[in-house]
Nanobody, 123 residues
Framework: VQLQASGGGVVQAGGSLRLSCVGS????????MGWFRHTSEKEREGVSA????????FTADSVKGRFTISRDMAKNTVYLQMNSLKPEDTAVYYC?????????????????WGQGTLVTVSS
């Protein structure tokens, strides 16, 4: 499967953005889909991951109550709705696919990655 992420941008603190990641080329439903983020100061951090059956594998404590992951199987798309954004959410966000079904927060579990989309939250 190939992944194409979009939806990043510049937003003020307290604002919202929705990231999208479209999968193509394979059976999208076979994969656990995850969102990760990366900054120059921090290692790649797992944000959230979701199975095709709706099971949420994990959500980072830093975004609980603010970010929501969802999938539209008909559109082969996974979303990350980000509300109440903070400057510390500034990062490049990546979507990734895990064919094993474990859906861990460890980025090494995911062999397939989309290109990143930059989210910048201004204070």
């Amino acid at each position: 499967v190939q992944l194409q992420a979009s939806g990043g941008g510049v937003v003020q603190a307290g604002g919202s953005l929705r990231l999208s990641c479209v999968g193509s080329g394979d059976t999208f439903s076979d994969y656990v889909m995850g969102w990760f983020r990366h900054t120059s100061e921090k290692e790649r951090e797992g944000v959230s991951a979701l199975s095709s059956d709706g099971r949420n594998h994990f959500t980072a404590d830093s975004v609980k109550g603010r970010f929501t992951i969802s999938r539209d199987m008909a559109k082969n798309t996974v979303y990350l709705q980000m509300n109440s954004l903070k400057p510390e959410d500034t990062a490049v966000y990546y979507c990734a696919a895990d064919p094993t079904g474990y859906g861990s927060s460890w980025s090494g579990q995911y062999p397939i990655w989309g290109q990143g989309t930059l989210v910048t939250v201004s204070s």
